[in-house]
């Protein structure tokens, strides 16, 4: 299926960027007309993402992060956020909750937040190649939400 449209961003992974992706991605996607919740929940996963860009993909560097966001017709939306860092060694380890490489003042949540709000949390990495998290929303369209037309 084609997306209907889609939008690329492109930062250096300073923390205070975190904000500006966060509320970029969630205007691009206020055109599918998502609940509060469902625009609060992509926000949140959006967040979590970018913060593991620059703690963990650029621990003591600043590098690029790359977000790409496809809306659907039927209301799916895909989120991509991308960098050129570290990589992960063990995905299934990283994902599982209080895992964490970022010490104490971490909470190793990340990836088990990102998945308690989007339908989909798909993640690939290379060792000093990078990481891409591609995160999935599906929004109900209004005009079928409760079964009933709006």
Do not use: W
Not at 17 to 32: D, K, P, W
Not at 38 to 60: F, M
Request: proline content about 4%.
């Amino acid at each position: 299926m084609k997306p209907i449209n889609e939008m690329k961003l492109e930062f250096v992974s300073k923390s205070s960027n975190e904000s500006f992706a966060r509320a970029t991605v969630s205007a691009f996607i206020a055109q599918l007309d998502p609940t509060i919740a469902e625009l609060a929940d992509i926000k949140t996963a959006i967040s979590e993402a970018v913060t593991n860009c620059i703690v963990h993909a650029y621990k003591s560097s600043i590098g690029k992060i790359y977000i790409t966001v496809q809306i659907f017709e039927n209301g799916k939306s895909i989120i991509k956020i991308r960098d050129k860092g570290c990589g992960i060694n063990n995905i299934k380890q990283a994902m599982e909750p209080l895992f964490t490489t970022g010490g104490d003042e971490r909470a190793g949540l990340g990836f088990a937040v990102m998945q308690s709000f989007m339908d989909k949390v798909r993640v690939s990495s290379k060792p000093n190649k990078g990481t891409s998290i591609t995160l999935e929303k599906n929004i109900i369209p209004r005009f079928i939400k409760n079964g009933q037309p709006s």
